[in-house]
């Protein structure tokens, strides 16, 4: 694995991170964080997007986060910042430095900005496509914070409509099916 360095590093902070999120330790890993590496790959191919930026990118989207989760409302512009410092000591160059960090700040639903690269595409879009993947583990994530079933039910059902007002056009049109059929058995 390529960046086999940076997905250790991104697997170990995330099992801290569920510890103060009274989650089943990985939850976070494996059906968050390694679906959006995982999608955003694959749309990089699709979109002929370049693959080390969005992958990078997408390992590292919600790293500030997992450092703290009370760095929630700023997580995008913070794990830009590490990403830069982790990229800037293995000695890459600062113009996909840049590019990566781009994709980090511009991958959040809540903080709708342009995306003007087919990478910045790659990463926001994976990272929508992720809670299509994974509704069970969000209703679970959000059960285990202590929230009622409608509680959960309404979070799930607004998270999944933001995600997919979120996504470009042609994403939206791959995941179409998908996102219609959750709704239909969200209550």
Same mark, same amino acid.
């Given at each position: ?7 250790? &590093? ?7 991170? %569920? ?19 995982? +999608? ?20 590292? /989207?919600?790293?500030? %986060?997992?450092?703290?989760?009370? +760095?929630?409302?700023?997580? /995008? ?11 800037? +000591? ?8 840049? $590019?990566?960090? &781009? ?16 990478? =910045? ?29 409608? =509680? ?13 007002? $979120? ?5 939206? +049109? ?11 058995? &969200?209550?």
């Amino acid at each position: 694995m390529k960046y086999e360095k940076y997905y250790k &590093l991104v697997e170990e902070q995330s099992k801290i991170y %569920d510890k103060t999120q009274n989650c089943e330790i990985g939850q976070t890993w494996k059906y968050h964080l390694l679906p959006v590496i995982k +999608n955003a790959v694959m749309l990089a191919e699709r979109y002929n997007a370049n693959k080390d930026i969005v992958e990078i990118a997408a390992i590292f /989207h919600d790293y500030a %986060d997992l450092i703290d989760y009370k +760095n929630r409302d700023v997580h /995008h512009i913070l794990g830009a910042e590490y990403a830069e410092t982790i990229l800037k +000591n293995d000695k890459f160059e600062q113009s996909f430095i840049d $590019k990566v960090k &781009l994709c980090i700040l511009n991958h959040r639903a809540s903080v709708v900005k342009d995306k003007f690269s087919p990478e =910045e595409i790659c990463v926001a879009d994976a990272d929508a496509m992720s809670h299509f993947d994974n509704v069970v583990e969000l209703i679970c994530w959000r059960a285990y914070l202590g929230e009622s079933i409608e =509680e959960c039910n309404n979070f799930v059902k607004k998270k999944i409509k933001k995600s997919y007002a $979120k996504m470009s056009k042609e994403t939206k +049109n791959l995941m179409h099916d998908k996102y219609e059929s959750i709704i239909k058995i &969200l209550l």
